[in-house]
């Protein structure tokens, strides 16, 4: 059976606090036993995959150059798309529900193609948007967005 | 010398007024003389086109399928991409600037996109993001939007 | 009524004889009335875009680059995908049919896609490829390529 | 340290002889503690995938459809793509090196992306473009693909 695959999203560059909040919600997605899925770059796609790592898990990172050389030490899989920005929409495609922890353009561009194609999207301290569901903190987090693959099979 | 190319972005469906306003956006893009790009189907994308086709301006339509046969009618360039929403960033890349009218989540996302990369966006009875350049009306929207072309050359 | 779209496809660099067919093949594409769509770089496509402009035709660059700045002079419509040789499967979506002159890797990876989807590819000077249309000049090109496309219709 | 990536590209429904061999192929890639991407799907890219999860490998697939329910049993990180036969960039681009077995018109575009891109293309049975390393067997191909990294880094 396959693994459930989980999307994190956020920004290159992040405060202590938000790459924290990452680090746990990696960690607990690894201990899910599901797949984290990101961009594959620094700030909160490194402290997710970190965290993952931490745990045992499998990390997958949709890079934008078209080179592996990007991914962070973190990333098991790296994906090579040399799509740019268009790669976003590949991470929303594959996740089967994403949890977005703060973020910036990007992350908002990644929030807003999720919710067109219907994925669920658990926030932290990100943007608000309605149909984002918000939380707190890591665990909240991580129990809705495996609740909300309960809903969806 | 090439054409300036404006991107008009907003929902498949929409309201009489939104429609009027895109039709108003797209007949004062026609009148600069600028090429018109947008999503290539309903809506806001066709009553842009439509407004420009009525003063003689070039359309552009950006199509989610992989074949032109979604295109509305008032489209003269249709670009197959098949790449879905995948398209939206296509828009963004290939705009000058961005006028956003109204819009549901494919909108916000091709803004997002748009911000991320540094094109200005003018907002008409849009969502609410900062970076948006808001205004009212169409010819406010067409005057901003050029105005933005200005102090980027 | 929408125009034909008619897809050149060719390498960036090429001989002169090369080049003055692809002249020649813009040309008759625009003296009959079609779009000329190409990759919008140098070389083949270049020379296409030049014969196609001199006869007044419309012609579509579908950039490798995210942004405008490399297409070549007779380029109307720059179509900014950022997405490399990725944008290759878009010229090839977006044409109604292909004429291939010459040609590199890049330009066999346009034929295969063409091929590959249902699209007709008229060859001239190119890759020996079962499926393609061999044609020795820039008229009988031209002429199959609008021949498919009734059969098509 | 990231392990190796190994493409196996060939088409979606093939004979008996073609498909033992990509099985063989992902045995031995599994064997070598590389990770095996493919298009996910079914012929060469099911039978490669199924090789390398009998020896305990880990298995890409880069799918066409924007949804992951299109890939074979055998793939553990189905990526959803949703851009058709534009995946086939993808997978060239991430792969470090590639094995071409039998194929059609798909495979021939990704051989032509692979060179284009500088990437090795290892074929078996396959078509007879010049830069294809040609060999006869699973084994030839899995030593002359690692070989090929060797000389890369």
Not at 111 to 128: F, P, R, S
């Amino acid at each position: 059976m396959q693994k459930k695959i989980i999307g994190v999203i956020g920004a290159g560059s992040a405060d202590e606090k938000i790459l924290k909040t990452a680090e746990e919600v990696g960690k607990l997605i690894a201990e899910r036993d599901a797949i984290l899925i990101c961009g594959g770059l620094g700030g909160v796609m490194d402290a997710a995959a970190r965290g993952a790592k931490s745990k045992g898990g499998m990390t997958v990172g949709i890079l934008p150059q078209s080179h592996r050389g990007g991914a962070n030490p973190y990333i098991d899989v790296p994906i090579a798309t040399g799509f740019g920005e268009g790669r976003n929409v590949i991470i929303v495609r594959s996740a089967d529900a994403l949890i977005a922890i703060g973020g910036e353009y990007g992350t908002l561009s990644e929030i807003a193609l999720a919710l067109k194609i219907g994925k669920a999207v658990i926030g932290i301290n990100t943007w608000d948007i309605k149909g984002i569901i918000k939380v707190d903190n890591a665990e909240d987090a991580v129990n809705k967005v495996f609740e909300s693959l309960i809903l969806d099979f």
